[in-house]
């Protein structure tokens, strides 16, 4: 019976700790939904065709603005994206260096290990020449 009284004093804690987090992820929605309803409610509705134009800067837009952008670009973008992740995870290594002793050590090396064997197959495949 104690033993059930301790667990949903537990409970209660623990769903209080949150409650701050869902008020304020309430607030947060209600803000928005209440400024972009007022926005279209309280918004311009004209639309002439000079308004629908594209405006860059005073410059006349030339040209079409979906022009597809080389594969290459998107690619280096997403291995730029890859490799600086897996730089962050460098951080808590390093200072945790001395807790974590000889095991940490064989661990990030073979975590350095696979990104560099990584990184050598992106290089030698050709990822990143741009011709």
Known sequence: ???MEVSS???NTTVANYLPIVIQFIFAAGFVGTTMVATHLLGPKLQTKKKLQAFESGIKSVGN???PFAVK???TAILFVLFDVEVI????WAVNFMELGWQGVITMGLFM?????????????GALDWE
């Open 89 to 92: 995870f460098l951080y808590p």
């Open 65 to 67: 603005a979906r022009q």
């Open 73 to 75: 670009y998107f690619l």
């Open 1 to 3: 019976m104690i033993f």
């Open 9 to 11: 004093a537990a409970a």
């Open 113 to 125: 290990g696979l990104l560099l064997a990584g990184f050598v197959y992106i290089v030698k495949s």
